[in-house]
């Protein structure tokens, strides 16, 4: 991928032109571009590019169709999708751009040019665009591309199957990063994992890959404690309680939350931002053979709940459990969750929208104000107390599934915010991690929703060092 240059003047420019205004723009065009412009059938709508000669006929100009600029409310008045410029580098050959009129954030839109030119290359020789942008003074353009790295970087680990991907590679993508960093790293495996953690090593002891718990500690320990926690199921079979072949396919990214965990982690350490940051990974493949756990065990989880398993699949929450004990043991300022947990979370709001869970009411309109400013949007969902009952177990303190079809997404949230009473706040995001389909700036695979979200909160909470 390459990364984004400073404003220059040898750039081409993209003028980006809305209906209203493209008569103006076509009046402004030497005679021969005009002339091409309007014979390739160019139009001024949202997402159309036309590319126009010079009188050499070298391309001197780009045309880029954008939203009514006068259109929607306030704010929101002429942005339209914050990312639409995400298509413009694989429609460009190669060559150095700048974005003219461009009415929207510049910063979003180099970012959305950098996320757009990511892929997936490492079983098949995949070319990435060569089309560089210039970025207007003003934006911070190491940054944009920092984080666009550690997308990057999220994005492959969700992409990678789980062959070439078991919590072994899971542990050493964190202690690569803690090693970038100067953060601590310590795993937790083998019989101290059967102790002090027996969900996760329930969860992941069919596997002949060790299931482990990743501790990560970075920055100032008198700074404001902020702990990410990530589920790292490398491969969700469901375990006794098997997938349908139909819903395994896509199983490899049940490991998102922790990708999305590393992904915010390697931005706040790379912003530097005054946090005592700590990411826990816990990870496991939900495998099946002999000694599988199974439907009707009981186990005594470290916080010291008892919970029955009434459904083997429902693997995500148990991990989550012993991790977020583990987490509230230092009653944290800020302790966030990241799982791909229900697919009755994506029912409710389809892949591109988490769901966002906390009873913190200011928190939530900060973090959902966030995400649309930002343009990696998450949606509220109720903590409905009186659905605890649901989990309610005839022989232990709680069931890890509902009996019943209804609110699988909040009954989720409630089983884990048994486990981490004593942070200040809770944040509980059930992702999808995912793009089903390419759209601007997001294409099509492994997505690490909410990690760009969760890094803007932080750095406006706390600032910059
Ligand atoms: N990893 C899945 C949830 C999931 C499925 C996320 C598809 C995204 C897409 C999770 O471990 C799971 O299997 N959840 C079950 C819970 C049920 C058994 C209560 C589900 O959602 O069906
Ligand atoms: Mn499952
Ligand atoms: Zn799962």
Redesign the pocket.
């Known amino acids: 991928m390459t990364t984004l240059l400073p404003a220059t003047e040898a750039a081409t420019p993209i003028r980006c032109v809305d209906a209203a205004g493209w008569p103006a723009v076509l009046a402004t065009l030497p005679p021969l571009a005009a002339a091409f412009a309007q014979a390739s059938g160019f139009e001024a709508k949202p997402g159309r590019i036309a590319l126009l000669p010079g009188a050499d006929g070298r391309l001197e100009t780009v045309l880029f169709g954008i939203e009514d600029k006068g259109k929607g409310k306030g704010d929101d008045k002429g942005k339209g999708d914050a990312f639409a410029v995400g298509r413009l580098p694989d429609a460009l050959p190669e060559g150095t751009y700048r974005l003219a009129d461009y009415p929207g954030d510049p910063a979003l839109a180099a970012l959305a040019w950098r996320l757009s030119g990511y892929r997936f290359g490492r079983y098949r020789e995949r070319a990435a665009p060569t089309a560089r942008l210039a970025v207007p003074a003003g934006v911070d353009a190491a940054e944009i591309d920092r984080i666009a790295d550690a997308v990057a970087a999220g994005r492959d680990l969700v992409n990678t199957p789980a062959n070439d991907l078991g919590p072994a590679e899971i542990e050493a993508a964190a202690r690569a990063l803690a090693g970038r960093f100067g953060a601590a790293c310590t795993v937790v495996e083998g019989e101290a994992l059967e102790t002090g953690f027996p969900l996760i090593a329930a969860v992941g002891r069919a596997s002949p890959r060790a299931p482990r718990l990743i501790d990560i500690t970075w920055g100032d320990p008198s700074a404001p404690r902020v702990t990410l926690v990530g ?1 790292g ?1 490398v491969f ?1 079979t469901g375990g006794l309680d098997i997938k349908p072949s139909a819903a395994m396919l896509l ?1 490899k990214k ?1 490991m998102a939350g922790a990708a999305v965990a590393l992904a915010a982690a390697e931005m706040v350490m790379g912003a530097g931002l005054p946090v005592r940051l700590r990411v826990l990974v816990p990870t496991v493949e ?1 495998a099946v053979a002999g000694d599988a756990f199974r439907p009707g065990d009981v186990l005594k989880s470290r916080h010291g709940l008892t919970v029955e398993i009434g459904n083997t ?1 429902a ?2 929450r148990l991990i989550l459990a012993d991790a977020l004990s583990l987490a509230d043991e230092e009653a944290p300022e800020l302790v966030f969750d990241f799982a ?2 229900t697919g009755a979370a994506r029912v409710a709001l389809g892949p591109d929208l988490p769901a966002l869970f906390t009873e913190d009411d200011a928190l939530a309109a900060e973090l959902a104000a966030t995400g649309l400013a930002v343009n990696d949007p998450v949606w509220r969902m109720p903590l409905w107390a009186p659905y605890a009952g649901l989990l309610d177990s005839k022989v232990a303190d709680l069931n890890n599934v509902s009996g019943g079809p209804f609110a699988g997404a909040v009954t989720a949230a409630l089983f884990l915010r048994r486990f981490a009473p004593a942070a200040k706040a809770h944040v509980h995001l059930d992702l999808y991690g995912w793009n089903p389909s390419a759209k601007p700036g997001r294409p099509e695979g492994g997505e690490v929703q909410t990690a760009r979200l969760v890094y803007a909160l932080l750095k406006a909470r706390y600032g910059a060092r």
Do not use: I, P
Request: hydrophobic share 25%.
């Open positions: 589920k199921v969700d199983m049940d939900n699949d693997e995500g791909t947990l």
